[in-house]
Nanobody
């Protein structure tokens, strides 16, 4: 069974940084594309960053240049380094497999506010 456990969310001031982690089980993250999604209340989850098998990455324009997705194959974990955080980055962040969407984890809350 595929499971994701997200962590690392927090309350930070605008301009701050966070590093989110997604520990995966039931799959091997190096063998599949992985993505980070953001959800705000009342809206659907939006894909903001993707990493594929060859470690190529892609980003939504709203986070491009500020966020970096990466993975640690030994730990079977995917990360999202978030720099230059803005209030509009606030939301619950989830990881999952783009196009397949396994069971969602509990997500991790990111709040950007002064």
């Amino acid at each position: 069974q595929v499971q994701f456990v997200e962590s690392g969310g927090d309350l930070v001031q605008p301009g701050g940084s966070l590093r989110l982690s997604c520990a995966a089980s039931g799959i091997t993250v190096s063998n599949i594309a992985m993505g980070w999604y953001r959800q705000v209340p009342g809206k659907q989850r939006d894909l903001v960053a993707t990493i594929v098998r060859d470690e190529s990455t892609a980003y939504d324009e709203s986070v491009n240049g500020r966020f970096t997705i990466s993975r640690d194959n030994a730990k079977n974990t995917v990360f999202l380094q978030m720099n230059g955080l803005k209030p509009e980055d606030t939301g619950v962040y989830y990881c999952n497999i783009p196009g397949i969407l396994a069971n969602w984890g509990q997500g991790t809350q990111v709040t950007v506010s002064s």
